[in-house]
């Protein structure tokens, strides 16, 4: 039996993205789901798998993630090892249309960006937390390492 926790995610999947809250101002969160292979969902539920530097985009009407890196799953039947997936490639999102074109007005108006936040099991299917962001300056950034260094010597004391 697998452990239930917060907000129904399953197990210990812990997949986050957290160069974007250093990069980027989240100002919504959107849940969403993928179209993934098999081997893919193995690798995800074995932790393989990596969100940094990847990102969100609205291709022909479609919400698309790209550059997320998701490792091959390692087996031991011989017929599965002949056939590879690109870890890079692109996958399919899972948005309803009316989202998907609020979020192509909302790119093309307040020039936000899309990007992939965290990776988690919801009742068995994985879903992804994806951020609509806006990107932070230099001086921002310093400011948010200031305010965190100041919360850990609050916390150490």
């Keep these: 039996m697998e452990d239930v926790g ?3 995610h399953v197990g210990n999947l812990n997949i986050q993205n957290k160069k974007a809250y250093f990069d ?3 100002e919504e969160e959107i849940e969403v789901g993928l179209v993934l292979e098999g081997k893919e969902v193995k690798s995800i539920r074995q932790g393989k798998c990596n969100l940094k530097g990847s990102w969100c985009n609205i291709i022909d009407g479609e919400m698309y993630v790209l550059g997320m890196h998701i490792s091959n799953y390692q087996d031991s ?3 599965n090892m002949l056939v590879r997936l690109d870890p890079y490639r692109t996958r399919k ?3 309803h249309k009316k989202q998907i074109t609020k979020l192509a007005m909302r790119k093309k108006l307040e020039n936000v960006t899309f990007v992939p936040l965290k990776l988690y099991l919801s009742k068995g299917k994985v879903k ?6 806006r990107g932070k300056k230099l001086h921002d950034k310093r400011e948010t390492e200031k305010k965190r260094d100041m919360q850990r010597s609050m916390n150490e004391y």
């Design 93 to 95: 999102l899972l948005l």
């Design 77 to 79: 039947a011989r017929d």
């Design 24 to 26: 980027y101002f989240i």
């Design 6 to 8: 917060k907000e129904g």
């Design 128 to 133: 992804m937390l994806m951020g609509v962001c």
